[in-house]
């Protein structure tokens, strides 16, 4: 499960992290994708503009915030617009590189649910939170990354609610319907990394984590995952930066 | 003009029953202390709008005093679900929960298109998405100019907006900064206003990045310091994140969360903490 020196949830957060090398700016959603886009900021890319959709522009926070409304976030941004602005002339605009999503559930195509799943005959549908702004994120942003921890809940055959669109069926959807970004390229998990196939837009196994094996990735995933034709292995974190993953960690604590 | 009037008195003047109202504030200025009025006076079968419900709905919701919810976001930020809000959704407990669900940019708009009272926005947005298939206020428009099909949402006109603010002068203009959210477009898109505000001031000196609300387009102005709470008033309070996530626990049992309501909502003189 752990090596002596990392977790699997570290494993993820670090390479979610290193995902936003060479970015500009990133739409980011809280949880994971906050805590990868904070570190990315501590280690692989220190000039990256995080924007978050409570309307901060460049904030830098010292910890992890526990709400996209954090003060700090508004406390340290370059610049702080109002909800409607954010989201019509900067997000819409094109302005944001990469959107960071997290996820309920994600099919093969990277389509997200995160608004209600079926729980069986006669039984109410389970409530998640809901769209925020993923669907324009997903659309709109030049591309998307997901993080979520890999699991056949997670990881489904078929969703019970399309929240968002990342490919739709398959090549061709998002340019039919209009969408300006590229959309998911990379979801990262706890297990390794996958990538969508240049020729089917279908999630297949790109990287494993140390120490993951195929059959895990696959076991973990509700449907029949491929692998791409090298699967690769991820660089084990460095010692800077799970040092700087667990410093923003523990200064999020502080205050709670 | 704004008058300057207790918040038991502008709460019961200003929220009917029967309402569709918006109590906006994205994170941070939520009116928790209104909604806690609202909840002492029983004002019942409320349309509650917010882009993120965020536990002052969810005090709201199991209270029993709303009919319908119309937002884009419903969980506890950071921290998880909102068992209230899910129990009613689920359960129908203590009432059925009609909803009215969009994504964010689409709210925003809703409320931009009712502050500019217009009958709707239009936006690239919903693209792909099965929202549309469970509401009757998005639907698409085509551009005249390009011929691109764009999304059409419905305005969003609350018959009162309820926000908080850091201050107000004598003669009730309102002053906020930090993060506004969608609160100057909640309040010019609804009938009626009532703001609450950490302090009163003789004069509202210019804020960098802040929203000024003019007193002709508030009908009160109240003056209840720490009304945001756990929500924050930036230069004022901070966020209590301790509090959101001691919410989790009281808002998963029923009875934990009614005996919580009458503690520090419903006896007379409770300070919400």
Not at chain 1, 170 to 182: H, I, N
């Amino acid at each position: 499960m752990t090596t002596e020196d990392f977790t699997r949830d570290e494993l993820m957060e670090v390479n979610a992290a290193r995902a936003l090398a060479g970015a500009r700016t990133c739409f980011v959603g809280i949880g994971l994708p906050s805590t990868a886009a904070n570190l990315a900021r501590a280690t692989v890319n220190p000039g990256l503009v995080l924007i978050y959709e409570s309307g901060t522009i460049g904030s830098k926070p010292t910890r992890l915030p526990l709400s996209i409304g954090d003060g700090e976030l508004a406390e340290t941004a370059d610049a702080v617009v109002p909800v409607p602005e954010m989201f019509n002339y900067w997000l819409q605009g094109g302005r944001i590189d990469v959107g960071f999503l997290g996820a309920a559930q994600v099919d093969r195509f990277a389509n997200i649910n995160t608004t209600v799943v079926d729980r069986g005959p006669g039984k109410p549908e389970g409530r998640l939170p809901g769209a925020g702004g993923a669907p324009e994120i997903a659309s709109n942003c030049g591309k998307v990354l997901m993080v979520l921890r890999h699991s056949t809940r997670g990881f489904v055959r078929k969703l019970d609610f399309v929240t968002t669109l990342g490919h739709g069926s398959g090549p061709g959807d998002r340019e039919r319907l209009g969408m300006p970004g590229a959309g998911p390229v990379e979801v990262i998990t706890d297990l390794g990394v996958l990538r969508p196939d240049p020729a089917t837009a279908e999630l297949v196994l790109s990287a494993l984590h140390p120490g993951v094996t195929v059959e895990q990735v696959r076991d973990a995933t509700g449907w029949d995952l491929r692998s791409a034709d090298t699967v690769g292995v991820t660089e084990p974190p460095t010692a800077a930066e799970l040092a700087a993953l667990r410093a923003l960690k523990s200064a999020g604590k502080e205050d709670r | 003009m704004a008058e300057i009037r207790s918040l038991h008195d502008a709460v019961a003047d200003l929220v009917h029953e029967g309402d569709t109202v918006a109590m906006e504030g994205f994170t941070h200025l939520i009116p928790y202390a209104a909604a806690h009025e609202v909840i002492r006076q029983g004002i019942t079968d409320l349309t509650l709008a917010r882009m993120t419900p965020d536990v002052v709905y969810d005090q709201l919701i199991g209270a029993g005093l709303v009919r319908k919810l119309i937002f884009s976001w419903g969980g506890n930020p950071g921290v998880g679900s909102l068992h209230r809000f899910r129990d009613a959704v689920e359960n129908g407990w203590p009432r059925p929960l009609e909803l009215d669900e969009h994504s964010h940019a689409g709210m925003a708009n809703r409320y931009v298109a009712g502050a500019s009272r217009l009958p709707f926005a239009v936006l690239r947005g919903y693209r792909g998405s099965d929202l549309a298939t469970r509401t009757d206020t998005v639907s698409s428009v085509v551009c005249p100019f390009t011929g691109e099909e764009l999304a059409a949402v419905a305005a969003l006109n609350p018959d009162v907006t309820v926000v908080h603010a850091q201050r107000a002068d004598r003669q009730g203009n309102v002053q906020m900064w930090g993060l506004t959210g969608v609160q100057k477009e909640a309040a010019l898109a609804a009938d009626r206003v009532l703001v609450t505000v950490e302090e009163m001031v003789d004069e509202l000196t210019p804020r960098p990045g802040g929203v000024v609300l003019p007193t002709w387009v508030i009908d009160a102005v109240c003056v209840v310091p720490g009304g945001a709470h756990p929500s924050y008033a930036a230069g004022y309070t901070v966020r209590d994140n301790a509090f959101y996530q001691a919410w989790d626990p009281i808002a998963r049992d029923r009875d934990a969360f009614i005996q919580w309501i009458d503690e520090n909502v419903r006896t007379e003189g409770a300070v919400a903490r």
